[in-house]
């Protein structure tokens, strides 16, 4: 008798097993657990087992009785769910095409900016970086910028406001100079040859320095008070301007391309003599013609630099340049107003 009750739970739970919709799965119920089902029918023939062997008999069929409903509830709850796999949960068409997933990517500012690292890092230049607040003998002095010169009115920068003192002009008024926002990346420049001269690993020295530079300038098409320069530096013995308009050349047909038009103005910065001013043809607006853009300044190390932080200016020349990361991004990709770089809107970030 209790292998005949083995016997029936086994079938019936094979049976179930193959059950895949509600009909079967009814019909399955009647023929197990149904008033006429097996179940009840084996129950029947409990009158005929001997005495002694009722008792465990009868807990047999009622375990196998509690195994065939749970056996049910669960079936019923796999159909419900919608799987239809032999071994219950649920069923995944894993052939089925995904929901799209907008993929995320770096801003263009931070791409162009490891693009241009990367071209001069090709060019044998390492990467270097100052501070964003900075002191006014590293955004000026050392870069031979007199007290007098019209780059340090408090009115053309970001001076910040110092513990201790009443406000920023009280600060000026009692004689001293806030530290500020730095208004130009020369500051690495003065930074890197002040450190490579107090730990003794420089000149030679060949960096770029990436980084962001603040002025009060009204905002419009090609003006913001934050933006991103490039600065360059390159010391060592018997560098000369040739060596700067070649590696500027070879800089502009590497990220712009071979057909890339530049030129090179003279101009005055008190951190170079002689000086002059990087142009670029390109197109910003795609409904207008190409037409000369200034990207920067560059120019030989004035001796004046090098007598400030320590570099013997007989032994030493140099050659560097500071160019502003939102024009070259700009020119490169097309992109009229330079607004566009700082709204975030994801419709713009998303072209590009
Ligand atoms: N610092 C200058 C500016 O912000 C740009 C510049 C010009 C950087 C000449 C240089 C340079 O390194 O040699 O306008």
Redesign the pocket.
Known sequence: MLEQIQQLEDSALAELAQVNDAPALEAWRVSYLGSKGKLKGAMAGLKDVPKADKPAVGQRMNSAKQSLETAFEEAKSRLASGGASPKGGVQIDVTEPALPMPMGKSHIITRVRNELCDVFGRMGFDVAAGDEVEDDEHNFVKLNIPNNHPAREPIDNFYVHEPGVDSVDAHFEAGGRPRMLR????TV?IRVMEDAVAKGWGPPLKIVAPGR?YRPDTVDATHSFMFH?I???YIDRKVTMRDLKTTLFQFAKMYFGPDAKIRLRPSF?P??EP?AEFDMKIRLNPAKPASWVEL????M?DPAVFESVGIDPEEWTG?????GIERIAMGRYGIPDIRLLYEGDIRFLSQI
């Open positions: 208004s130009q990346t020369s420049q530079v320069q600065e360059g530096l910065f951190f170079t000086s920067g300044g560059c120019g190390v050659f560097a340049f500071g160019f």
